[in-house]
């Protein structure tokens, strides 16, 4: 069944909710490969395959792209961004810089509630894994990363390592191998011991190998641009 044959809108034919569906069912194809990089997104397509105006497609695509998973060229509209070997290694670079450096804020600052729902998070990524639910996987390790970030007290920091944490997440989806983040599935759990304990230089240490680790275990294979065929991407 499609999903543009039950389109639900709202009023005046679409709805933020609905949006944020439509959001949610598009970010997941970026992240799960089924829309690959360079693959162009029609608004005339989408409008008809999700039952919604243009004019939304439209805000929903420029939502994508502020998350940087979509890239607006004039002329040529919407396509799934394709990041290169250079942009994942400038953006593992900033995420060695800020992460790392926010390790001793955190330990700080971290209460015994907030190590309890980071474990809790860990091991719901872990679970993902195992259950080859990678999508799910990145997104929960996407999700670690920007709680811990935000437990620093620096909202503006917290925001720039939450858009870096979206950019790995395609940059994984796209580069990455399927199974595994290119991390031990304990890792999470290794950094909440030592964030637990108080001892940010650790941590600080920790999280470098850890992303240095992810970084080193991507693949770079440049694939030609594509025009997919979304009737079928998003059907049931």
Sequence with gaps: MSMASNPRKGKNGDGAERHDVIYRTISDAIIEHRLK????????????????????????????????MVTLTPRRGASVTRPTAEEARDVFAARHLVECGVMPVVAQRMTAEDVRELRELAARERQALKRGEQ????????????????????????????RLCSRSSLILAVYGNTGH???????????????DKGDGEKASAFMGRHLKSIEASLSFVEETDEVPDLHHIFSF
């Design 37 to 68: 990089p360079g693959a162009r997104l029609r608004e005339d397509a989408l409008s008809e395959v999700f039952g919604v105006s243009r004019t939304g497609i439209r805000k929903i695509l420029q939502r994508l792209a502020h998350e940087q």
């Design 135 to 162: 999508s799910v996987a990145i997104k929960l390790s996407a999700e670690f990363h920007e709680r811990l970030a935000r437990l620093s007290g620096n909202a503006a920091l917290a925001e720039f390592i939450g």
């Design 181 to 195: 983040l290119g991390c031990e599935s304990h890792d999470h759990a290794g950094l909440l011991d030592l964030l």
